[in-house]
């Protein structure tokens, strides 16, 4: 069972993963406005992988019995200069959200709620590989600066990313992992 201030900051937790998921859903838009559908397919497969670390908090959540508070989801902002500046803020707020991750673990560590601290090192993990592929990006895109071929090889690659993560939670995550 989660304690009251537990229950409180997983809730916290699940709005800001679904804010993510609508920030990059607002990144991917302006690059298919752009013209970089490559761009636009890999901040949509970003979307999806936000809306599955929501889901299993919620359900995590529920599976604690524990009662799920949604929020109002903020809006996002609505241009961005570049895919270098998406990419920037994209590292940023990917930073905020690790910072949001160890605080909770914090929390389940002064609560000694042992399952959550168990449930929430998966976070811990993804974060980290999120922060790297954010910085490979950005490494890349610094590289091609000024060169428009170099943006669209870009592209090119970033529209080969496909979706490893269940998108149909109908049945619960753990049964749309099973689909897999």
């Known amino acids: 069972m989660l304690s009251e201030k537990m229950l409180a900051e997983l809730n916290e937790q699940i709005n800001k993963e679904m804010y993510s998921a609508y920030l990059y859903m607002a990144m991917s838009a302006q690059s298919k406005d752009m013209g970089l ?3 636009a ?3 949509m497969v970003q979307f999806h992988e ?4 929501a889901m299993k908090m ?3 959540v529920q599976q604690q019995g524990g ?3 949604l929020k109002a989801i903020a809006q996002p902002p609505l241009e961005f200069e570049s895919v270098l500046d998406m990419f920037t803020k994209t590292l940023e707020h990917e930073q905020f959200v690790t910072k949001s991750i160890n605080n909770l673990m914090e929390v389940a560590i002064a609560e000694k709620d042992h399952a959550t601290q168990i449930f929430l090192q998966w976070y811990i993990t993804e974060q980290v590989e999120e922060e790297d592929n954010d910085n490979e990006i950005i490494n890349q895109l610094k590289m091609v600066e000024g060169h428009p071929h170099g943006i669209m090889m870009i592209d090119r690659e970033l529209g ?3 979706v490893n993560v269940p998108t149909d939670f109908s049945k619960g ?3 749309a992992e099973g689909d897999e």
């Open 173 to 175: 995550v753990e049964a």
């Open 50 to 53: 936000e809306m599955y670390h």
């Open 67 to 69: 009662r799920v508070q």
């Open 160 to 162: 080969q990313r496909a």
């Open 41 to 43: 397919n890999w901040f």
């Open 37 to 39: 559908n490559g761009f």
């Open 58 to 60: 919620y359900e995590y």
